[in-house]
């Protein structure tokens, strides 16, 4: 990709303190308090008196672990933070803090480097997850790792614990990042032994295979570590026991008692000078948790430098802000996603120096194609400048991304489409062929994808978009986003279309009126339910994407995103070196 410095600077055509974008930015006052009252909420350890019995056991609680186990100032970007949010039988964050964050740095001429490994969290500026500690004159600018931490809390799994757990252990596969487990677990939460069995063992696996493929693991045990759960430290590179609080064995004094006869008690069952001096199942022993965490730091520092070549996504300029300030978004973007806005106006908010460098402007525009910098990285743009996608832009946006696929350049998406065009004149044209020409391309794509939904993303055009089913390598949400098979309202018109023709045909005749109005609450109950099943928390309970953003983060996250990950190699694009227009 050519220098950034070389796109053209963009201008903004719109007066921000017009009245008419100061009354869109005052519908966000709300929606953003309820972002953060819910993020409050899902960040919660608990009740003050719970919190207390944990420390006064001598233990900290899981997010001061992860504080002192990252760098001073790293940023933490947290995965998954609303997993499991306001679902029956789950907890906080599906009972598990997963996220990117900087292990371990040296400062050379001018350059962060730093160390990653497996809980997931990234920096704006300064290059950030790491693990590994490195002193170079001249440094590569993508000798950077990330780090990616668990950590169980209330010590039981349930089903979206598992489902989570999945999520990252594949973030970290996919990228090549270390894996950090915190781990103090008391194994399945019985009464959902049918729905956490079956997908649980796959975490076992992938600590398996990250062991055979070089992607080291390190487990600080902090407490009991039973059935299951004893086969997580069992399984990872290194293991940290903290003396007098790590027990792990796979069945507890209680059913010893039960299968065997015999009266043991846990520490000398499975307590951490046991496993330091009999089994060997400890590489380390702390005296305490902040001992513990300091030797986690120590194994950070033994990893290898990885290979520049591997790591493609480098900054190739200096990262320049935006020309125009990113809390204009709030101002450009209405809540209302049944409104359409500029996204052109909004990526000059994003885009390092609101340079663009657009690609087919002219052809298929209601689809944004554009190259540009985010953070000094290079990246490719798809995104809906309209909601919906004809044949035009679903050829262009094709091609586009099989053009980024010779350049090895991460493709970003921002969502807010509500599917193809649909009618006589539309499938005449087409659109199922070029429709799924995009959709081929997308999935065949190997270059690192990373989806924003913004507005709506529904049916096909969600899949277009690089939607969670075309595993992207990160999916966040605004607090705006609606994510479905079809919006609420079309969902609703189709229903009564139906019931309508069903009325018509029938042979009893047309419906009474105490039918017709049952039709109709059961259609209003269905729109009803629509609506709640497509809003973004909804969605990211179950996992649909990684996170809720607030719409000013967008450009942070990205940063930090594509500092996260790894590029194919030419051999691995092979499949799209065809003529990037067919």
């Known amino acids: 990709m050519a220098s950034g410095q070389s796109f053209p600077v963009e201008r903004s055509s719109v007066d921000i303190r017009g009245p008419d974008l100061e009354g869109v930015r005052s519908k966000w006052e709300g929606i953003l308090q309820d972002f953060q009252e819910r993020l409050k909420e899902v960040s919660s350890e608990g009740s003050v008196a719970s919190c207390s019995r944990h420390q006064d056991r001598g233990q900290l609680l899981p997010r001061d672990r992860i504080a002192l186990l990252l760098d001073f100032d790293s940023p933490f970007l947290e995965l998954g933070p609303f997993a499991g ?43 950030v997850l790491q693990w590994y500690t490195m002193s170079t004159d001249v440094p590569h600018p993508n000798t950077r790792w990330r780090c990616v931490e668990r950590i169980h809390r ?9 489902q989570k757990v999945n999520r990252i252990m594949e973030i970290g596969m996919e990228n090549d990042l270390p894996l950090i487990s915190l781990v103090q677990s008391a194994g399945v939460f019985l009464p959902q032994q049918f729905r956490v069995f079956h997908k649980g063992g796959q975490l076992f696996r992938d600590l398996a295979l990250r062991s055979q493929q070089g992607k080291p693991s390190c487990a600080i045990v902090f407490g009991s570590s039973t059935a299951g759960g004893a086969y997580h430290p069992a399984l990872s590179d290194y293991t940290i026991f903290v003396q007098k609080q790590a027990q792990v064995f796979l069945a507890g004094p209680p059913l010893v008692k039960m299968a065997t006869g015999e009266t043991v008690v846990a520490e000398e069952l499975g307590g951490a000078d046991i496993h330091a001096t009999t089994t060997g199942l400890a590489d380390q022993i702390a005296v305490d948790e902040f001992d513990a965490i300091q030797k986690a730091r120590e194994w950070v520092a033994t990893l290898r430098t990885p290979d520049p070549q591997s790591l493609l996504a480098y900054r190739t300029i200096p990262a320049l802000p935006p020309r125009y300030p990113i809390e204009d978004l709030l101002s450009l973007v209405d809540p209302d996603i049944r409104k359409p806005f500029d996204m052109r106006e909004a990526l000059l908010r994003i885009v ?17 194609t554009a190259r540009a910098h985010i953070l000094g ?3 490719g743009i798809v995104a809906n400048q309209r909601p919906i996608i004809h044949v035009q832009e679903a050829l262009k946006a094709a091609q586009f991304i099989r053009t980024c696929n010779q350049e090895l350049t991460p493709i ?10 649909v009618g006589p ?6 659109i199922i062929k070029a429709g799924a020409q995009l959709v081929s391309a997308v999935s065949c794509s190997q270059v690192p994808h990373i989806s924003i939904i913004m507005g709506s993303s529904y049916g096909a055009g969600n899949y277009a978009m690089a939607g969670r089913s075309y595993r992207p390598r990160f999916l966040f949400s605004w607090p705006t986003g609606r994510c479905s098979v079809m919006g609420p309202d079309q969902l609703a018109g189709v229903m009564e279309n139906i019931q309508r023709a069903k009325a018509r045909t029938s042979p009893d005749g047309p419906a009474s009126e105490a039918a017709v109005k049952e039709g109709k609450a059961r259609t209003q109950e269905l729109r009803d339910q629509a609506i709640k099943d497509a809003e973004c928390y909804a969605t990211s309970a179950i996992l649909v994407d990684d996170g809720v953003i607030d719409p000013r ?5 990205l940063g930090m995103c594509l500092e996260i990950v790894k590029l194919p190699t030419v051999e691995d694009t092979q499949s799209h070196r065809l003529l990037a227009r067919i």
């Open 412 to 421: 970003v998406f921002l969502h807010n489409v509500t599917g193809f065009m």
């Open 85 to 127: 949010h306001k679902l029956p039988s789950s907890n906080n964050c599906a009972n598990i803090i997963a996220g990117i964050g900087i292990v371990g740095w040296v400062h050379s001429n001018g350059s962060w480097l730093q160390n990653p490994g497996v809980s997931i969290a990234k920096t704006n500026r300064s290059i």
């Open 553 to 557: 983060d967008t450009r942070d996250v």
């Open 377 to 379: 990285f290079p990246v």
């Open 154 to 162: 209330y010590a039981r799994t349930f089903a979206y614990t598992v």
């Open 352 to 368: 390092d120096d609101s340079r663009l460098l657009q690609f087919k402007p002219k052809y298929g525009p209601s689809m944004i």
């Open 425 to 430: 004149k539309a499938e005449h044209a087409g």
